[in-house]
């Protein structure tokens, strides 16, 4: 007896800048596997110090329940960007303050007919929303990689903590990008609560957007492209 499987996904390249640090998803490994890797994101995130060890443990816990709804919703890579803002190019004078963004990047199911429709099928369904009460702008694209909708939002986070009410506004931004001949669609999502910063991470998202590419690696002679640690290939997810 046989069943019927969907065609593999097409590979998919993007580039991120080296600010990134990608944080384990561990798709198709098991808990333990995504535990140990997480463990080693967290040493390298805060060191090695034995009094940090409840802030490793904190971030151990907080990424690993975060995990498995990311991977849920059909992402493929998740990363936090740390940002030195200000002070000189060369590093004669310090940065005037530290900036934080989370990227992810994530495949979703969708009839793509043609990624041109699809794209004006999206730009009118966030127009919508935008209109019925959303704070968003909207707009189309075009990348190397075909046509998009790059959607601008914020929102605004509250807590409850035992001095009062804490809240916190954030920036995101996204790109909307269909695959050229599947029915997907590719969204990058950049998130930072250092509203200050919109328009550092409007740029750096776009130039993210600019290195997607659908496909293999163009072969340059009788070797592939370099797959560094900043390039992230997906042949299957």
């Not at 490994?29 to 490793?56: C, M």
């Given at each position: 007896?046989?069943?019927?499987?969907?065609?593999?996904?097409?590979?998919l390249?993007?580039?991120?800048?080296?600010?990134?640090h990608?944080?384990?998803?561990?798709?198709?490994?098991?808990?333990?596997?995504?535990?140990?890797?997480?463990?080693?994101?967290?040493?390298?995130?805060?060191?090695?110090?034995?009094?940090?060890?409840?802030?490793?443990?904190?971030?151990?816990?907080?990424?690993?329940?975060?995990?498995?709804?990311?991977?849920?919703?059909?992402?493929?890579?998740?990363?936090?960007?740390?940002?030195?803002?200000?002070?000189?190019?060369?590093?004669?004078?310090p940065?005037?303050?530290?900036?934080?963004?989370?990227?992810?990047?994530?495949?979703?199911?969708?009839?793509?007919?043609d990624?041109?429709?699809?794209?004006?099928?999206?730009?009118?369904?966030?127009?919508?929303?935008?209109?019925?009460?959303?704070?968003?702008?909207?707009?189309?694209?075009?990348?190397?990689?075909?046509?998009?909708v790059?959607?601008?939002?914020?929102?605004?986070?509250?807590?409850?903590?035992?001095?009062?009410?804490?809240?916190?506004?954030?920036?995101?931004?996204?790109?909307?990008?269909?695959?050229?001949?599947?029915?997907?669609?590719?969204?990058?999502?950049?998130?930072?609560?250092?509203?200050?910063?919109?328009?550092?991470?409007?740029?750096v998202?776009?130039?993210?957007?600019?290195?997607?590419?659908?496909?293999?690696?163009?072969?340059?002679?009788?070797?592939?492209?370099?797959?560094?640690?900043?390039?992230?290939?997906?042949?299957?997810?």
């Amino acid at each position: 007896m046989t069943s019927e499987q969907s065609p593999p996904p097409a590979a998919l390249h993007f580039q991120v800048p080296s600010e990134f640090h990608e944080v384990p998803l561990a798709i198709g490994a098991d808990q333990d596997a995504l535990y140990a890797d997480l463990r080693r994101f967290a040493r390298d995130y805060w060191g090695e110090q034995e009094e940090l060890e409840p802030l490793r443990a904190l971030t151990e816990a907080m990424y690993a329940a975060n995990a498995d709804q990311l991977v849920a919703g059909g992402a493929i890579y998740n990363a936090l960007g740390i940002f030195s803002m200000g002070g000189s190019p060369e590093g004669s004078e310090p940065p005037e303050r530290i900036s934080r963004a989370t990227l992810t990047i994530s495949v979703r199911e969708m009839e793509n007919p043609d990624p041109c429709l699809t794209t004006a099928g999206i730009l009118e369904t966030l127009d919508n929303a935008s209109e019925n009460g959303e704070a968003a702008e909207v707009l189309p694209i075009d990348l190397p990689a075909g046509p998009a909708v790059v959607r601008v939002a914020g929102s605004r986070a509250t807590w409850d903590l035992p001095e009062g009410e804490h809240e916190r506004f954030f920036v995101h931004v996204e790109v909307w990008l269909p695959f050229p001949g599947e029915d997907r669609l590719l969204l990058l999502s950049l998130s930072t609560p250092d509203t200050q910063d919109f328009q550092h991470y409007q740029a750096v998202l776009a130039d993210i957007a600019d290195t997607v590419a659908f496909g293999e690696p163009e072969v340059n002679g009788s070797r592939t492209a370099d797959a560094a640690s900043a390039i992230s290939p997906f042949a299957s997810y």
